[in-house]
């Protein structure tokens, strides 16, 4: 039975799942959930994901969820997965396990509470909490300047000094990614002091065309439409 | 050389590595880190580990941080750790690191946040914002109620029908052994609707016994200690 993947490419864990599976050539059937529809709560959904989010994995009666998990299990149990993404050697998987876990509760949680209490609040008809965008945006600044400082220190062009992409770089790179977003004003104050950053951005990227670029499509076209709607309603207030 | 394990006993990950290394007879020295005084910020300390967070371990020149990359460290680099508490099996594996992962934003969250927000502020001498513990609170209760509706289903012991426990089994009961610091009236309330979690709870304790009461002394004298502050405070208000 086929490998299907659960997902909606507005969410940044989705996309990573896509690009790793496209990059590693395995064969998949991308099954869309819309999040903004509520399909992710929907009876049907649940019975093969009781905890209603994407995305999900089902392989034959196998289902699984948590987009590290789901990127493991695919880098170890897939044949034809360089040994790069999800290294056999023990030390260098528990370095990378310990990016993935301090990844939740820093650069994911500032990220997604930024974004969520700025740009996507109104588009998603819910309050945005002015007080959590200020405090998300000091922990996403702080996780950027211990990814350079900590995790990108050396001459390698990816995390752990690595010269080749890893599972992390995926996951974490696609949380960057959903700033994009923003405002340019607020994009810049908040990526543009971290060069090596910007840099490793580009890196992942490069190592991961033309898969990156494709999965990120919609991120791009919502980037688009928030744009013309900025320009449109500053427009107005110069009218 | 000697695995060092760096850890505050007050830290509810802390407790989860020692009570593994101690059940599994992993020999190790325990350095201890006092986060009350500030010791896990200190230069030396940050010179092992840049996060400045405990738990850490060091092997050697190996260090690592993150408490699940490190209970899984463990159990796959030292001999003689018993194939249930990370099962070598890679489905029964990804299904572990499905709970690890989902712990983070939700039952680590929400209980975290809660006890912080509620006793440890005035210990620790920082505001506490009551708005972050209603917040918490619906978050940790949520998370139980997964828990049992999810992983506590069927007829075993353990998270995922397990009959014996495995590494989620410590780091998640860990996570919640700090609600008895809360007053006895807001633990009932939080913990009392959920009696397979209770249940749970005793069976974890039983199956890591006698190191999981030893390693929770410290957090046991400290909630006889809050439990004299609350009497002598109600004696005061009724004298």
Not at 13 to 26: D, E, H, T, V, Y
Not at 104 to 111: D, E, I, Q, V, W
Not at 138 to 158: P, R
Request: aromatic residues 8%.
């Amino acid at each position: 039975m086929k490998l299907k993947v659960y997902v909606d490419r507005m969410s940044q864990p989705s996309r990573a799942i896509l690009i790793f599976c496209k990059m590693n050539g395995i064969d998949f059937e991308e099954v869309q959930i819309s999040i903004a529809k509520r399909e992710h709560r929907s009876p049907e959904f649940k019975k093969m994901n009781p905890m209603g989010q994407v995305p999900a994995i089902s392989d034959g009666e196998f289902t699984l969820f948590e987009s590290h998990a789901i990127l493991i299990h695919l880098a170890c149990a897939f044949p034809g997965v360089a040994d790069h993404w999800y290294p056999a050697d023990l030390f260098r998987r528990a370095k990378i396990n310990s990016v993935l876990d301090w990844h939740h509760s820093n650069l994911r949680r500032g990220a997604a509470t930024y974004v969520q209490n700025t740009v996507l609040a109104p588009v998603l008809g819910i309050a945005s909490n002015p007080q959590a965008a200020v405090e998300a945006e000091k922990l996403l600044s702080s996780s950027l300047s211990k990814i350079e400082s900590i995790w990108l220190k050396g001459n390698g062009k990816f995390l752990l000094g690595g010269f080749e992409p890893s599972i992390a770089d995926i996951s974490l790179v696609c949380e960057i990614m959903q700033l994009e977003l923003l405002d340019e004003k607020d994009r810049s104050r908040i990526l543009g002091p971290h060069k090596k950053v910007l840099e490793w951005i580009e890196n992942t990227k490069t190592a991961t065309r033309p898969h990156f670029e494709e999965v990120h499509e919609v991120l791009y076209g919502l980037k688009t439409k928030f744009q013309e709607q900025r320009s449109t309603e500053s427009n107005k207030q110069q009218d």
